[in-house]
């Protein structure tokens, strides 16, 4: 089945020790977000490439970052973790409208971040 | 502009009840406006979506009703059963916005057996 995989599932890192997490597609879509989503609140999209375009939201800290080196994958670089950052990490695709997609996006399971 | 506003933050339903949420928005431009369901652990997932030029969309027992002169929509879950325990966000985006999805807060939903 066509899906959005995330990996780790759960991910547990120090306290300024970069972390990396990751997301793959098999969907080819070519939009791909990355949302975080805090206990009891809706996810916050932190950025999202068109193809290779990237987008940063504005309030999205320096500290994340992204890379998606092919139409498959996409990674999620946090270079300095705090304890603040500790959250679910989504992921999502879709398909641009121009490219005759819809608004629909399919969301991967989340990678669930623990800082210490 | 942007916002999305939703209501109850919880709601708590028998079984066989129904289950109401409801959404505002302020950007009349929002032409698309999809309910996703989330269960603990995992991502929200699409329920059921509309588009403006219709009041009402029916798929199963999940309804959403749209105002648009009210700028209001609603999901109402008729039936329910404990397997519909979970968040739901409604959201609400238009093509200007690509496809960003501006999300309302949630609701978490509980059915009592």
């Known amino acids: 089945d066509a899906m959005v995989i995330q990996n780790p599932r759960y991910q547990v890192t120090q306290f300024g020790k970069p972390v990396t997490l990751s997301c793959s597609q098999t969907?080819?879509?070519?939009?791909m977000y990355w949302y975080q989503q805090k206990s009891s609140q809706a996810p916050k999209l932190l950025f999202h490439?068109?193809?290779?375009?990237?987008?940063n939201e504005a309030d999205t800290p320096d500290n994340f970052q992204s890379r998606r080196p092919n139409t498959s994958f996409c990674f999620l670089d946090i270079r300095s973790p705090g304890l603040g950052d500790a959250a679910m990490y989504l992921c999502?695709?879709?398909?641009?409208?121009?490219?005759?997609?819809?608004?629909?996006?399919?969301f991967g399971p989340g990678t669930r971040l623990t800082v210490t | 502009q942007q916002q999305v506003k939703q209501s109850p933050q919880s709601l708590i339903v028998q079984k066989g009840g129904i289950s109401i949420i409801n959404c505002a928005y302020e950007?009349?431009?929002?032409?698309?406006f999809p309910w996703y369901q989330q269960f603990p652990g995992k991502g929200p997932a699409l329920l059921i979506a509309?588009?403006?030029?219709?009041s009402e969309k029916k798929e199963g027992r999940f309804t959403i009703s749209f105002n648009k002169s009210a700028k209001q929509f609603s999901l109402h879950i008729m039936d329910s059963q404990p397997g519909d325990s979970a968040t739901y966000f409604c959201?609400?985006?238009?093509?200007?916005?690509?496809?960003?999805?501006?999300f309302g807060g949630g609701t978490r939903l509980m059915v009592k057996p």
């Open positions: 509309i588009r403006p030029d219709v």
């Open positions: 999502a695709t879709s398909r641009d409208l121009a490219g005759g997609g819809s608004y629909e996006q399919y």
């Open positions: 969907l080819n879509h070519n939009v």
């Open positions: 490439y068109y193809d290779k375009d990237f987008n």
């Open positions: 959201a609400a985006t238009n093509n200007n916005a690509g496809n960003m999805l501006t």
């Open positions: 950007n009349t431009a929002f032409d698309y």
